[in-house]
Nanobody, 116 residues
Framework: QVQLVESGGGLVQAGGSLRLSCSASGITVSVNAMGWYRQAPGKQREFVARISSGGITNYADSVKDRFTISRDNAKNTVYLQMISLKPEDTAVYYC??????????WGQGTQVTVSS
């Protein structure tokens, strides 16, 4: 059974930083595509960042140069380092895993609130 557990969210002032973690079980982060998505109130869930099994990363334009996705294979954990946070980054952040059959799994989400 695949489980993705996010942590690290919270309340931060604009310009601040947070690091989100996604601890995975039942799936190996190093051989699957892992990503982060977010959903703000009243909006659709949107893509934030992804790291492929080969280590290639890509980002939404809105977070490029501010967010960094990485993984620790030994801990089977994926991270999202966020700096220079803006109020518009406020959302619930979800961890996503996609296997080679394009089956997707989701975590329960962690709230990030950026105050102005």
């Amino acid at each position: 059974q695949v489980q993705l557990v996010e942590s690290g969210g919270g309340l931060v002032q604009a310009g601040g930083s947070l690091r989100l973690s996604c601890s995975a079980s039942g799936i190996t982060v190093s051989v699957n595509a892992m990503g982060w998505y977010r959903q703000a109130p009243g909006k659709q869930r949107e893509f934030v960042a992804r790291i492929s099994s080969g280590g290639i990363t890509n980002y939404a334009d809105s977070v490029k140069d501010r967010f960094t996705i990485s993984r620790d294979n030994a801990k089977n954990t994926v991270y999202l380092q966020m700096i220079s946070l803006k109020p518009e980054d406020t959302a619930v952040y979800y961890c996503n895993a996609r296997n080679f059959r394009y089956v997707e799994y989701w975590g329960q989400g962690t709230q990030v609130t950026v105050s102005s």
